[in-house]
Every structure is written in C-alpha cells, then in structure tokens.
C-alpha cells in the first residue's frame, strides 16, 4: 500500500539527549515536511524539503535538523538545543512545492521529554 | 504574516448538521482545505475548494467560500458520533516561490449520542 509510515509511534527522551524521528514514503512525492502539533495551536513548520538533498527551515526550525538524503526519507531530529521538544510531530509529503497539491500524512510520534 | 483562525471547540447532537467556521487572511489563497484528525492520528484530508469557486458539495460535506469576507466554512449533515475529530481548515499561499499551507488552531468537534 502507498503511504507515509513514521516511527516510533510514541517516545521518550531524557533532558539533554538527541532524538531522531523516521518519516517514509513510498508515494514517490518530491515535497516532505515536518509539523509539529501543540495543543490550541494547530501545527507549526519546522523544516521543508523540495527534493533530494535540499531543505529549507519552516517557522520554527531552531533545535532541529533535517536530511534528504534519499527521495522517500526525511528524518527529523530533535536536538538538545530545543527547549521544549515535547509535542506530536507530524511528517506529510505532497507531489511538488510549488504546486497546490495535497498534503498527505503520516500517523504521526509523540515525544515526550521526562 | 498570514493567518487562519478557528474557534477551538464544538458541540453537536448526532443527527443535527455541524458548521465548522474558519477566517483567512491572505487573499491570494489558492486552494482552501479541510482536514480531519481523529485522537492520536496524523491528518486525513476531507475536501478542499477552489479559491473561485463559492461552494462545493461532497455526500454529507458542503464547503462554503465567501472571498470578499475571507470565510471558509464545513458542513457535515446528519453528523454521527464517528465524526468526532479535530477538523483544521488550511490555506495554501506563495511564498518565496513556493506556494506553502498554513494551518488553523482546529476546531475540536464532539457529537453527543
């Protein structure tokens, strides 16, 4: 089946630590895009990319990092430096950038900081 | 910067009609889409319309636009408790060359057997 696929499903992490977040598709879509959902506040863009080996910062893209190194792979990760990393992360892909092409998306990792 | 905004929550007896309201700011809106997220789950999308286009019809689902009041609203006839979701509605817009989609707050809908 085609689709987007993100792991873990759920996540732990202790202060001080890097995380990193899967996102898969196999929906051969050049856009992919990290969300990150806080309740009330609907989603936020932490990093795009428009095709392999190019990504651009979203709104919130500060204690994160991102890499294309492959079409159907964009992983997220969370980095030490990012102040309050607990929230649901969403990754979604879509056919081009530039075009107004549907979001699709994964289930989704909730990470949590203890 | 551009803005979409929703009210956060809304209650329904099963079987009435939901109205799910939604206000935009940027004009040049291409696509208007209504996603639904059901708890725990990533988003699905339900419909979307034509910036001009006025209304779009979809089984159970009608999409109003009025552009001159940047107003988006989802109506979901005879709702059912399965319909129990947060609905975002979402703006495409360019940017820097790129067209981008910006995200309501959701509005979190709860239908009452």
């Known amino acids: 089946d085609g689709g987007i696929t993100q792991s873990p499903k759920y996540l732990f992490r202790k202060e001080g630590q890097n995380v990193t977040l899967s996102c898969e598709q196999n929906?051969?879509?050049?856009?992919m895009y990290w969300y990150r959902q806080d309740p009330g506040q609907g989603l936020r863009l932490i990093y795009y990319?428009?095709?392999?080996?190019?990504?651009q910062k979203g709104d919130i893209a500060e204690g994160y990092s991102v890499s294309r190194e492959k079409k159907e792979s964009f992983p997220l990760t969370v980095t030490s430096a990012q102040k309050n990393p607990t929230a649901f992360y969403l990754c979604a892909s879509s056919n081009r950038i530039t075009s107004t092409d549907t979001q699709y998306f994964g289930p989704g990792t909730r990470l949590t900081v203890l | 910067g551009e803005d979409v905004e929703q009210s956060l929550f809304l209650s329904v007896r099963e079987g009435d009609s939901s109205v799910i309201n939604c206000t935009y700011t940027?004009?040049?809106?291409?696509?208007l889409y209504w996603y639904k997220q059901e708890p725990g789950a990533g988003l699905q999308l339900l419909t979307y319309?034509?910036?001009?286009?006025d209304m779009k019809q979809d089984q159970r689902l009608t999409v109003l636009l009025n552009k001159k009041d940047k107003h988006l609203s989802l109506r979901i006839a005879d709702t059912q408790t399965g319909d129990s979701a947060i609905y975002f509605c979402?703006?495409?817009?360019?940017?820097?060359?790129?067209?981008?989609?910006?995200f309501g707050t959701g509005t979190k809908l709860q239908v009452i057997p």
């Open positions: 990319s428009q095709i392999v080996n190019d990504f």
């Open positions: 929906l051969n879509h050049d856009a």
């Open positions: 319309i034509f910036s001009n286009m």
């Open positions: 979402a703006e495409t817009y360019s940017s820097g060359g790129y067209q981008k989609v910006t």
């Open positions: 940027d004009s040049s809106s291409t696509y």
